[in-house]
């Protein structure tokens, strides 16, 4: 069975690992009232604003705290292809220790060429430790999980691709979702508050 790795520091170490009630109690312990940590969401996950500096409703002292005490964002697209036909584009996502996965987006094509959907295809391991024979990944071995704000910043990503909004999200990418259960299942919960993304 493969060994799970990550350390509860390690998943908390940028603002995209907090759900909602963590970042109320993480804003509650640098002396703010809940409702910031309400607007920090917003921010964060529907406006797609990772600068703390640019997230204007919020206090400047509370912003200085959070820039001082987080990484934020634990993702950067390090090279982006897109299919001729330009409904897919494949991103090379890293993150800060050099890992480096992959995650997809695709838009299903309807009639008359009208984009009906948009799904994003994310990856939850750098690696896998299945050792599947006929799977790239498999043979690839397995470096380590993904933290949950690791696995929402690729939808992140991606979304910043288009302003047509995502309406699908597989965890079909690099890793074996259940062999990192507790921080795969964070995410998806994450893109469920707000609701809207299937």
Known sequence: MARVWYTQSYMHTTLFDFTL????????????????????????????????ARMSNLPADLRRQLAEGRQ????EVVRALTSRDGLTTKLLVGFADGERVETVAMDAPG???AR?????CISTQAGCAMGCVFCATGQMGFARQLS???????????????ERPLTILVVMGLGEPLA???Q???????????????
């Not at 109690?25 to 921010?43: I, K, T």
């Not at 934020?72 to 993702?75: G, I």
């Not at 795969?184 to 299937?198: E, F, M, Q």
Request: net charge neutral; hydrophobic share 35%.
């Open 21 to 52: 009630p963590e970042l109320e109690a993480e804003v509650a312990r640098l002396g703010h009232p809940a409702y910031r940590a309400r607007q920090l969401f917003q921010w964060l996950h529907a406006r797609g604003t990772t600068d703390p």
């Open 72 to 75: 934020c964002p634990p993702a």
């Open 111 to 113: 009639e008359q060429g």
């Open 116 to 120: 009906t959907r948009r799904t994003v």
């Open 148 to 162: 949950a704000g690791e696995i929402v910043a690729q939808v992140d990503l991606a979304r910043g691709l288009s």
């Open 180 to 182: 990192n259960y507790v």
């Open 184 to 198: 795969t299942i964070t995410a998806v919960r994450l893109h469920h508050d707000p609701p809207g993304l299937g």
